[in-house]
């Protein structure tokens, strides 16, 4: 397998401008003969089969909701960033991109960040084009806040609602499109395989979650905007449905998975309250300008928070980083929360969480400023809690939230696949190692509206497709695999639900493969998973049919998929031997307790090449050059 | 805790459905209502007994997913609350529940407590957008849009197209759905150039769905997790009236 980058030659703010300019067009009368295959209809999703529609193409959209509305972006609360530069505060083109590469702690891929500092400010007038209420100043201009530890303020939103009002307006160029006769909508389907034809992607698998029914659809380029797989760990901040299956088949077809390894883990959520949790809930990041992060100073201290005096507190983040206090990184915010619980000092009922405090916020600026800075989250965590934040602090503790691996992608978002491009969270490109806030609606919207209806045509007039029907023996094996996974987990007939064994996995990952990484419980977690995973297809219990609406089938294929992915997760953490971004290898940190990344052995991008059942993946490498940016360790002390 | 719930069960559409009652043992306070669900059907498919079929995606209220009547109310007992964001510490031990899908022409039933709401986008393809091709857009600081009008036009997008108002209206009618959307788009600038196409589109859209006219019964506004409030109908209802005029 080779790993082309296809990053243009030349001074990098020229490269899009040259590689648009030299990328062939399609002639307009003949875009209509091409179908474009789009899955997914988050931002990326949604963003692009809108402009391929626009542009001519003829688009079929799917996904797993019931509308293309609800997709995970939806979520989203804090911002998007973009160089505007309205506040005059210092912001551009190049600080975007700067602030990008370094806060991916130097594992993404120079020319793309560059490209999506590039794009990011059409997304704003896009968006506003499109109706898209952003909040505004007093005299009718856009407003900007200053968001995840920036140093300017280039973050645009709508109130905690950003996600939801993107993706709105994304969906509302969906659907005129869609009224338009361009875009062929199928919702409630769910992508179970990919079609290869002669090593390039011509179609997919789908199953129609209300009847059951498995379809066939042929198309000459695929679009996978399938979002992330933090769901691997079981809870995380991601709606239900996010899964890694059209992603994971993709790879199983040739697509290769790119640095798995790095996940995203935000300080501040809601804490698990039991068994019985299906999901966690994000708070706020902004929570951490005036909250004070502490535990108690002994083991076990069981007294209620207001009977602990100053003096037998810890603030670990002020003790430990001075400058910083508590706005430190999320992923350092996260690792020292999670060395306090596992030293015994976590606090709440199960011990694991830790305090926000607000009462010296309380008194420094009154009770009225805090209400009206913080009053919703404040609200949403005493409905969640039953908890008042005004009287006793805030507990939290860190969650799964975001996902910077992907399938591996070129300068074009096409993957080592001809004909499969993926775009958004589901790729790995842009965020490195570490993502920072604001930046994933960016990426997404950039990759859909401006980077996809340009590269897909170089793809197109490039490449003599000859004409595919779904009755090519390609399409008819995959549905026969497709059938027989049905079939099998339909038939293990076992004692198990699929929740359960998505339970046991989230555990392992977890506390193996979450904050904190080490050799010894890395290779535990290797040699555990593919233990659950056996036990899955002999165990597992799933009611009903495969030809009718079934729930419990939907899951269980994503456990079913999860348990594998987990497995190459799992092992590219342990390969990886040095501490990036979001991934901390406990070995190697500095003496007080910094990631310490190698540069040396691991400036590049891993990426993952299916070598079939049973045998072992394939480690491959593209090297990453920094011409631009400065290499340099991150120091927040 | 013991919760007695009384659940529809619907295999299909065409299907004869009925109220069944099941016990959910060990229901603790900290417990959402959905998670008080998941754990009845776990015990049910572990039994090798169906589970109840239900939507739900996101669990923090914003993907308007999750839908059901409890105890008669859309979303349940709590005000501007989604049926996700109902928990346990709500009830007390014994207490019988009655839960079913949202009833309306306009959402045939699929199964059990899931609805088919694609009614919903296609009304939003007939006209709830601007239309404007990626790429074209001008600066965005060249739209001026005052504060306040921002904030009510945000109000009014707020709308996450869950359908309670749909089931909480006794003629079923969508009119707050479609004035969330409509009023949105005009009290922006960007609204502007389709201003009449859109609502009388959006209008027409709506009554070939088979929901029903508003008489004014307040339940949808009542039922709405996110407060959109009843004057947007009273806009949707001049902005149509307009659009009459102007197109005449
Ligand atoms: C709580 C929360 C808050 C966040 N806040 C911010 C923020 O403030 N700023 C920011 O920049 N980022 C934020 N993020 C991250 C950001 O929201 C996501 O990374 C981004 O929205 C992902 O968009 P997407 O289009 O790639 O995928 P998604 O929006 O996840 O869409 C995935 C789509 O794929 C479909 N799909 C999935 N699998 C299949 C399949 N097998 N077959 C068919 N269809 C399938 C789904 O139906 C859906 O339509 C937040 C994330 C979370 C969880
Ligand atoms: S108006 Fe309210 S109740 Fe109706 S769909 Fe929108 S959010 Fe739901
Ligand atoms: S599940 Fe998303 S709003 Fe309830």
Redesign the interface.
């Known amino acids: 397998m080779k790993l082309e980058s296809k990053v243009p030659s030349g001074p990098i703010e020229k490269s899009w401008d040259k590689h648009r300019f030299e990328l062939k067009l399609v002639n307009p009368a003949n875009k209509r003969k091409f179908k474009v295959l789009v899955v997914g209809t988050g931002l990326a999703g949604s ?1 692009a089969a ?2 391929c529609a ?1 542009l001519g193409y003829q688009v079929e959209s799917f996904c797993v ?6 997709a ?1 972006s ?2 989203a609360q804090g911002g998007i960033n973009a160089a ?1 530069n ?1 506040p005059n505060d210092g912001d551009s083109i190049w600080r975007l991109f700067y602030d990008t590469v370094k806060g991916g702690d130097f594992r993404a891929r120079e020319a793309n960040v560059y490209r999506l500092a590039q794009v990011s400010n ?1 997304i ?8 898209v ?10 407003s900007n806040r200053s968001f995840g530890g920036a140093q300017v303020s280039r973050t645009f939103y ?2 905690g ?1 950003t996600g ?2 993107l993706l ?1 307006g994304a ?3 969906l ?2 499109q ?2 338009a006769g361009t875009v062929k ?1 199928h ?1 409630r389907r769910e992508m179970l395989d990919l079609v290869v034809i002669d090593g390039v992607a011509r179609g997919i698998i789908v199953r129609d979650l ?1 009847t059951g029914k498995v379809e066939r659809h042929w198309g000459d380029a695929v679009l996978l905007c399938t979002g992330g797989y933090g769901n691997v760990f079981y809870l995380s901040t991601n ?3 996010c899964n890694v299956t059209a992603t994971w088949r993709a790879y199983k077809r040739g697509a290769a998975f790119a640095n798995p390894c790095f996940t995203q883990i935000h300080p501040t959520c809601v804490p698990v ?2 068994d ?4 966690l ?1 994000l708070m706020s990041e902004s929570l951490r300008n005036d909250g004070r992060v502490w535990v108690p100073l002994k083991k076990g201290d069981k007294r209620k928070p207001q009977d602990i005096p100053e003096a037998e507190r810890d603030y670990y983040l002020e003790r430990k980083y001075p400058a910083f206090g508590n706005l430190v990184p999320r992923d350092i915010a996260s690792r020292a929360a999670k060395q306090m619980t596992d030293d015994g000092r976590g606090v709440g009922n199960t011990g694991l969480s830790v305090y926000l405090d607000f009462a010296d916020a309380i008194h420094r600026i009154g009770l009225d400023k805090v209400k009206e800075k913080y009053g919703n989250l404040f609200d949403m965590y005493h ?4 908890e008042n934040p005004y009287e006793q602090p805030m507990r939290i503790y860190p969650a799964v939230h975001y996902t910077m691996g992907g399938l591996w992608v070129d300068y074009n978002l096409m993957t080592t696949v001809p004909g499969l491009f993926c775009l958004g969270e589901a790729n790995f490109s842009d965020h490195g190692a570490n993502r920072l806030g604001a930046s994933a609606l960016m990426q997404g919207l950039a990759d859909g ?2 980077v996809v ?1 340009y590269t897909i045509g170089g793809y197109l007039t490039g490449n003599k497709l000859p004409k595919v029907t779904t009755d090519h023996q390609a399409f008819v094996e995959a549905e026969t695999d497709v059938n027989a996974r049905t079939k099998a987990l339909l038939g293990a007939k076992g ?3 699929p ?2 064994f998505h339970r046991d996995l989230g555990r392992v990952m977890w506390d193996n493969v979450g904050m904190g990484r080490n050799a010894k419980g890395l290779q535990s977690a290797l040699s555990q998973i593919p233990e659950i995973r056996a036990e899955f297809w002999k165990n597992v ?1 799933v ?2 049919e495969g030809s ?2 079934n ?2 089938l939907e899951r269980a294929g994503r456990v079913a998929d999860f348990l594998e992915f987990g497995e190459l997760l799992a092992k590219d953490a342990l390969v990886r031997e040095e501490s990036c971004g979001g991934h901390f290898r406990e070995e190697h940190q500095t003496p007080d307790g910094e990631a310490k990344r190698d540069d040396e052995k691991f400036q590049h991008v891993a990426a993952w090449e299916y070598k079939g059942e049973g045998k072992a993946a394939e480690r491959h490498t593209e090297p990453l050059t920094f011409e631009n940016v400065h290499i340099a360790q991150r120091n927040y002390a | 805790m013991n919760i007695t719930l009384k659940v529809w069960r619907q295999k299909n559409a065409a299907a004869p459905g009925a109220l069944v009652e099941y016990t959910v043992s060990g229901v603790v306070p900290e417990m959402s209502f959905l998670e008080m669900l998941d754990t009845l059907n776990e015990q049910l498919i572990a039994k090798g007994e169906d589970p109840l079929a239900f939507d739900s995606d996101c669990r923090e209220g914003i993907c308007g997913m999750c839908n059901l009547m409890i105890d008669g109310q859309a979303h349940g007992p709590d005000k501007e609350a989604t049926t996700c964001q109902l928990h346990m510490r709500r009830y007390k031990d014994g207490d019988v529940v009655t839960v079913e899908p949202f009833r309306a022409k306009g959402f045939p039933l699929v199964k059990d407590l899931v609805v088919d709401r694609s009614a919903f986008d296609r009304i939003q393809a007939a006209g709830g957008f601007v239309s404007t091709h990626t790429g074209g857009a001008g600066e965005a600081n060249a739209i001026l849009i005052p504060h306040d009008m921002a904030e009510k036009a945000m109000d009014a997008a707020s709308c996450i197209g869950c359908g309670a108002c749909v089931a909480a209206c006794p003629n079923a009618s969508a009119m707050l759905f479609v004035a969330a959307k409509v009023s949105q788009y005009a009290l922006l600038p960007q609204g502007q150039p389709e201003r009449e196409k859109r609502v009388l589109a959006m209008r027409e859209a709506m009554d070939k769905e088979g929901f029903g006219h508003c008489t004014n019964e307040y339940e949808c506004e009542a039922a709405c997790p996110k407060g959109i409030k009843l004057s947007n109908i009273a806009r949707l209802n001049r902005e149509f009236l307009r659009a009459t005029i102007v197109s005449e």
């Open positions: 963003a809108a402009s626009e909701q019931d509308s293309a509305r609800r995970h939806i979520a505007k309205y059409s704003i007038d896009q968006c506003v084009a499109q109706g209420p952003f909040a505004r100043e007093y005299g009718g201009t856009l709508a109130r609602q939801q009002q709105l969906y509302s160029a659907m005129r869609v009224g909508l919702t209300v709606a239900n449905s309250s039991g019985h949790q299906s999901k809930t409905h969640i809690t039953d509206y401006f209806p004692k198990k639900t929740a359960a219990t009611t009903g009718d609406f729930q419990v």
